[in-house]
């Protein structure tokens, strides 16, 4: 391999993936239409794109839009990787912290403590 080969070859993966921050951030985060139009835009010029519409799916994540604002979830990445490794049947087990814990770095009673040799 040539270094004009790798040094293309980089250009493009760095193009992919600031593609790909920029639908994420655009498509999920952005709360600004102009901004989303804008990107858009640009992904045209640069890749010739189609646009298919709000995402529902971006990656493994959930993407739900209401009049309260837009959840994330992966809940269906969990149960495809379930459903693939064959334990979609398996029954969930209790944790050993109680649910709704809310834990501190600041106060309340320490957990245990790590011993640095048992690391």
Same mark, same amino acid.
């Given at each position: 391999? +040539?270094?004009?080969? @790798? !040094? =293309? ?6 193009? @992919? ?5 920029? *639908?994420?951030?655009?498509? /999920?985060?952005s ?7 804008? /990107?858009? *835009?640009?992904? &045209? ?7 298919? %519409?709000?995402? =529902?799916?971006?990656? #493994?994540?959930?993407?739900? =839009? !209401?009049?309260? #604002?837009?959840s994330?979830?992966?809940v269906?990445?969990?149960? &495809?990787?379930?459903? &693939?490794? #064959?334990?979609?049947? /398996? =029954?969930?087990? +209790? +944790?050993?912290?109680?649910? %709704?814990?809310?834990? !501190? /770095?600041? %106060? #309340? ?8 040799? &048992?690391?």
């Amino acid at each position: 391999m +040539t270094i004009a080969y @790798l !040094s =293309r070859a980089l250009e493009m993966i760095l193009l @992919l993936c600031s593609f790909i921050l920029m *639908m994420f951030y655009s498509l /999920v985060t952005s709360p600004s239409s102009e901004l989303i139009i804008e /990107v858009k *835009m640009y992904l &045209d010029n640069v890749l010739t794109i189609k646009d298919l %519409g709000l995402a =529902r799916y971006f990656f #493994g994540l959930q993407i739900a =839009r !209401s009049a309260s #604002g837009t959840s994330l979830n992966q809940v269906k990445y969990i149960q &495809d990787i379930l459903k &693939d490794t #064959g334990l979609s049947a /398996v =029954r969930a087990a +209790t +944790t050993p912290l109680p649910q %709704g814990m809310k834990l !501190s /770095v600041v %106060g #309340g009673a320490v957990l245990f403590v790590l011993n640095p040799t &048992d690391i």
